[in-house]
């Protein structure tokens, strides 16, 4: 096996007798949320897919290993300590040689998780075409990722610090089946709206895990973007978002913050200035996405 990989003993046994196993990215636990709602979510997501049959597998990098599975001293480290990584695909090699803390993001996430042959990641959002790319041509590699990677994403759809049609104009474009869950348009994050049709739709788990395992039988790499709409009584309007996104974004510009810290600076913006309400859904959301995610990866184990 790769010598850079280090799959907890638990993942590992999961793994053996063709258990289903979550995988779990860290740059929402690292950048994506304050301490320590950050690790308590973290704690609270490997219980909720524990408790539906599943072992997690929470995935960051730490002393020039790719861990796969994290115990709780390890997921501390990942939401307290200072300067630990955001790593996406281009920065692996180097915070793995350095030896560093690194935080990965969807796609490095996935990159890993399919080097130990877990199908399954769930997350809160993804990465995408930024408003904006037609100039800076920010696109996040979560996105190319996608196109090579055979690991299925759940997600809540994709913020609107996004652009929302181009990133779905760019997933056809690179081939990513896009699937809402029970409902035709595809979710906004924090809504369950978006204003754009989900190009695919199916209604349970088992139908999607059908459509996975289809998708891979026919030898046709890459993943399928699972889109599952935030619970209703959770949910923020648009237009309250909206509001706070393009204060993000004007401040993101007046400052200058450009590459992998856009991302970053936008989603803590918005934090900061939305009363702790778009940390609130934010767990919420992803609470749901660990429990339909985790019967996805069950109905695809059988
Ligand atoms: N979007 C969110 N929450 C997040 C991220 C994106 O709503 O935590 C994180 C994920 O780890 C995602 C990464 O993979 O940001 C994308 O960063 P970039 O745009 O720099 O590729
Ligand atoms: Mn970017």
Redesign the pocket.
Known sequence: MNQFLEIHTEVRQALLDKKPVVAL?S??IS??MPYPQNVETALAVEKIIRDNGAVPATIAIMSGKCLVGLNSEQLEIMGKEKNVW?V?LRDLPYVVSKKLYGA????ATMRIASMAEIKIFV??????V?RGATTTM?I???LTEMAQTSVAVISAGV?S?LDIGLTLEYLETMGIPVVTIGQDEFPG?YSRKSGFLSPLRLDSPEEIAQMLGTKWKMGLRGSVLIANPVPAKMEIPTEEMEVHIERALTAAKEKKITG?N???FV?QYIADHSHGESLETNIALIRHNAKVGTEIAVALSK
Do not use: C, R
């Open positions: 990215e740059t929402i950048h994506g955001k996406s990965t993001t969807v796609a997350t809160g959002g993804i990465g995408g930024h920010d996040s590699a979560d913020k610090i994050f992998k856009v991302t970053p989603l």
